[in-house]
């Protein structure tokens, strides 16, 4: 079945600064690949996805990358704000095959 | 209008005890699927069904039983409750095409 591997597990970053978090997979069938946030207490939600027909794909602050030969996509937050702080989630899935879910990065921006 | 709802939110138990779970969605989807996040919040997938048939089964304890009497519903019953067996339960739901899935907004088991 799928594996996908998250990292990294915590990250610190200053406001304003950016904000990386990467993933592997081991599916090389797999071709859509989400990123969940879920801030403290609250449920996970979706934030941008990108299928595997796409190399990257951007949101504002916010992109994606998906490099399918080495199958790591990573999220890329810019600039970042207080607001930002959470747990992030990468996930990948084949067809109609589950959603599997990387182990999180929990995202602490200082202000 | 809330999309997926879940109930209840908060759900403190002890152990032996039998207890249920209720989901329901409005969104039209055919697909419910029940999750399990531990307290290092790893998201494990527990259940998937589709327009009512089990579709996925993770090697879940067979005192986990999951009930869809319609494509809008997914319960989630389990007997015998077991300390391992606090968590946080995300019901949640997706097109037939599996993309983007709308999370409940959980429901915090504690068993004592």
């Known amino acids: 079945g799928e594996n996908v591997e998250q990292h990294p597990s915590t990250l610190s970053v200053q406001e304003g600064d950016s904000a990386v978090i990467k993933c592997t997979y081991s599916?090389?069938?797999?071709?859509?690949f989400p990123w969940y946030k879920q801030e403290l207490g609250k449920r996970p939600q979706l934030i941008i996805d990108?299928?595997?027909?796409?190399g990257e794909k951007k949101d504002q602050r916010i992109a994606v990358t998906l490099n399918k030969t080495a199958k790591h996509f990573s999220l890329h937050i810019t600039e970042t704000q207080p607001e930002d702080s959470a747990v992030y989630f990468c996930a990948a899935r084949f067809g109609n095959e589950k959603l599997t879910f990387g182990t999180g990065t929990r995202l602490t921006i200082i202000p | 209008d809330t999309a997926v709802s879940q109930t209840p939110k908060y759900l403190v138990t002890q152990m032996g005890n039998d207890k249920s779970i209720k989901c329901e969605q409005n969104?039209?989807?055919?697909?419910m699927y029940w999750y399990k996040q531990d307290s290092k919040k790893f998201l494990k997938i527990m259940f998937s069904?589709?327009?009512?048939?089990?579709?996925i089964n993770e090697t879940v304890p067979n005192r986990f039983s999951p009930k869809s009497p319609d494509k809008a519903h997914l319960n989630l019953h389990i007997n015998s409750l077991e300390l391992g067996d606090s968590a946080v339960y995300f019901c949640?739901?997706?097109?037939?095409?599996?993309?983007?899935?709308?999370f409940g907004q959980g429901t915090r088991l504690t068993v004592v």
């Open positions: 069904y589709n327009n009512k048939e089990l579709i």
């Open positions: 990108i299928r595997s027909n796409v």
């Open positions: 969104l039209g989807h055919d697909t």
């Open positions: 949640a739901s997706s097109r037939l095409d599996r993309s983007q899935a709308f």
């Open positions: 599916d090389s069938a797999s071709n859509y």
